[in-house]
């Protein structure tokens, strides 16, 4: 297994937060609870997101898969990718320090 990382960008469209219809919350909240459940099973390493999500802020996903088609594809999985509430951009990750509980 490879580690790999995606890169979640918010739509412009929602920097604004009056923009956001009740379908964007509610996919939103599916996009997390995917991202919780599959921490809590071990199949993500880490999840975390800028402050601002807004202009240059962004959300990471880091998890291991066979190869980068399997990363992809996981990503692209990503209700928030799939409603275009969010973009994404997949990569290879080398972990260099990493603290193991």
């Not at 918010?10 to 459940?37: C, G, P």
């Not at 990471?60 to 190869?67: D, L, S, T, W, Y």
Request: one cysteine or more; aromatic letters at 12%.
């Amino acid at each position: 297994m490879n580690t790999y990382c995606y890169i979640l960008k918010l739509n412009q469209r929602l920097w604004d937060d009056a923009s956001w219809t009740e379908h964007d919350h509610q996919t939103v909240h599916q996009h997390y609870l995917r991202l919780k459940t599959d921490f809590e099973s071990g199949k993500l390493l880490h999840v975390g997101r800028t402050d601002d999500p807004t202009h240059d802020g962004f959300g990471i996903v880091v998890f291991r898969a066979e190869n980068i088609e399997d990363a992809k594809h996981y990503m692209k999985e990503d209700p928030a990718i799939i409603g275009r509430q969010m973009t994404g951009m997949c990569f290879e990750y080398r972990l260099i320090f990493h603290q193991q509980s």
